[in-house]
């Protein structure tokens, strides 16, 4: 098993792909449109990475990256795009994404149902949780976070018919404590929102940061990612830092207002 001090990861974070109905998935406050990628878009998306010559992968069942320098697709909350439309373009390809599921919202219009996970996880998807409720996980108590993770893990077990063992956090509310809990309920995987590719264990639980991908964000972007390229993951990397210090110091007002202009 590689350690977390030699492996590095490029993953993306994308949320939903839509067609013509930008509300037709996922989740559906004003901020949340931001993060609805149009079909088309996404498509290009992938033909670039594939002109590229990258080939997306995805964790193993004990929910290590396979490869030093791996490229993961990643896909929060569980909007029916995930069956409708994201996973027919990367199977078309041969590659496989992984999505990350808010348990409470299953079957909730807008969302996957129990037998559209458990046929993604059939079709070679990778499952994971995205908490149970989709809280500011960050500041809950121990306890609470341990029940997030404790109990989607669980749900989504059953579901796919083997142990889950993959998460990403909800909102960027990322801490150790966030770490701790959900290696505590058995993620031996945790995404979280920080722009970084180096990997880091954190009590017994590789921490995996991600770049978040929006309706806009372009095709020479995407691949400047993908190809580790200094100068996009230093913008992301900038722009996080002003995201932490607003939270830090705007607290709860600051998380009503991004909730009505931009996504979660």
């Given at each position: ?14 949320h939903d792909v839509v067609n013509q109905v930008s509300t037709a998935s996922g989740m ?99 499952i994971g949780s995205h908490s149970r409720s989709h809280p500011q996980i960050s500041r ?125």
């Amino acid at each position: 098993m590689m350690t977390a001090m030699k492996q590095s990861a490029v993953v993306l974070c994308y949320h939903d792909v839509v067609n013509q109905v930008s509300t037709a998935s996922g989740m559906q406050s004003p901020g949340s449109l931001l993060y609805k990628m149009r079909r088309s878009d996404f498509a290009a998306h992938l033909d670039a990475i594939g002109r590229a010559g990258l080939t997306p992968t995805l964790p193993n069942t004990n929910g290590q990256l396979t490869s030093e320098n791996s490229l993961v697709l990643t896909f929060d909350d569980g909007g029916i795009s995930a069956i409708s439309e994201i996973a027919p373009l990367l199977e078309s390809r041969g590659w496989r994404g992984a999505f990350f599921i808010t348990t409470d919202w299953i079957g909730m219009p807008g969302f996957l149902h129990a037998a559209d996970i458990a046929a993604l996880a059939d079709r070679g998807h990778l499952i994971g949780s995205h908490s149970r409720s989709h809280p500011q996980i960050s500041r809950l108590s121990s306890a609470q976070m341990r029940e997030e993770w404790q109990e989607s893990i669980r749900i989504l077990s059953e579901i796919v018919g083997s142990r889950v063992v993959t998460a990403s956090v909800p909102g960027g509310f990322y801490s150790q404590q966030v770490a701790r809990a959900a290696s505590d309920a058995g993620c031996r995987l945790l995404f979280n929102s920080e722009p970084v590719v180096q990997l880091e264990e954190q009590n017994g639980c590789l921490v995996a940061g991600r770049f978040r991908v929006v309706a806009n964000t372009t095709t020479k972007t995407i691949v400047g990612l993908a190809q580790r390229r200094r100068a996009p993951q230093l913008r992301q990397q900038l722009s996080w830092e002003a995201k932490k210090a607003a939270k830090r110091f705007g607290g709860a007002l600051w998380f009503r207002l991004r909730n009505r202009l931009r996504p979660n």
